[in-house]
């Protein structure tokens, strides 16, 4: 399971789908044995075939190491340490996949000639080393000497990394997937009141703009692949022209809205990696 301090406000959805997922699993045949996150890393979890939620450090390296040994670990450790935000943004920027303008930046540096040259104002600044723990680790600005601040900020609390991006116009829309099968679910968060620090605000109620739901969904489905993750969720912007951006991509969210409905899905992605492995 996910250890607390990488469930902000979400302690409980996070709990409910990996407990959703293990009964199901438990309905196919599954032995399935919970652990906690400390646990995990304190090297008490045995078998190979390891499902988890995790985000410590620690917990990332013991992924890989068990993942390079031959167990079956979903999501991959590699694609857990892919998500966190300076390596996300270079994978999906590298890939082509749709993704806001963005600067990848020291946090002791100065950036305020660099923002006013891309012509950047508005712009949301994100600590690049890792994944978001607080409310601070994600701050919206509104121009380059206030941006100057937030970074110096950072910088100040121990975090030397940062990724800067443009702040995009449009409708705000939260999606949940599962690699390799049909599940694929979205919604409008702000009109849900579904929120983590309460950033949806910022965009605001949505106009309602009309996107391809299939092009939506193929682009994640693509930054899920190029990720390594195989149950992923995320934010993305629509724009005025239907236009879509994905601004964030997560391994593993709570899928609270649609909880009931994914944890099939989740599962039978479980038992069809298993197969392939076996058959490999």
């Known amino acids: 399971m996910r250890a607390g301090a990488y469930s902000p406000n979400h302690i409980g959805n996070d709990a409910a789908i990996f407990n959703a997922v293990a009964e199901q699993l438990r309905k196919r ?64 920027l590298g890939s082509g996949i ?14 305020r000639d660099a923002l006013v040259a891309a012509k950047i104002t508005q712009c949301w600044i994100k600590r690049g080393d890792f994944h978001a723990m607080h409310k601070e680790d994600v701050s919206y600005v509104r121009h380059p000497e206030e941006a100057q601040e937030v970074l110096q900020e950072y910088f100040l609390r121990g975090i030397k990394r940062a990724v800067i991006n443009r702040h995009l116009v449009g409708d705000l829309v939260k999606f949940y997937g599962v690699a390799g099968t049909p599940f694929f679910f979205w919604f ?22 009309k996107f391809d739901k299939e092009y939506l969904h193929g682009i994640c489905a693509k930054a899920a692949e ?32 649609c909880r009931t409905e994914a944890a099939p899905y989740i ?8 197969r392939d492995k076996k058959n490999s």
């Not at 009109?191 to 605001?204: R, T």
């Not at 879509?244 to 609270?256: C, G, K, L, T, Y």
């Not at 599962?267 to 298993?274: E, L, N, R, S, Y």
Request: proline share 4%.
């Open 29 to 92: 045949g599954c032995e399935v044995n919970i652990y906690s996150e400390e646990q995990f890393i304190a090297r008490q979890v045995d078998g190979h075939i390891i499902l988890n939620m995790c985000r410590e450090q620690r917990s990332i390296a013991l992924l890989q190491q068990r993942e390079d040994a031959g167990d079956i670990v979903i999501n991959s450790g590699y694609g857990i340490e892919n998500c966190t935000r300076e390596r996300m943004t270079r994978i999906l």
């Open 98 to 111: 749709p993704y806001p303008e963005s600067l990848m930046v020291n946090t002791d540096e100065g950036v």
């Open 188 to 209: 409008y968060p702000f009109e849900a009141g579904h929120s983590k620090y309460g950033h949806e605000a910022i965009n605001g109620h949505a106009k309602g703009l």
């Open 226 to 257: 190029v990720l390594d993750v195989k149950i992923y969720g995320g934010d993305c912007i629509v724009a005025a022209d239907g236009s879509i951006r994905i601004i964030d991509f997560n391994d593993w969210p709570s899928f609270a809205p």
């Open 267 to 274: 599962a039978k992605c479980v038992m069809q990696t298993i």
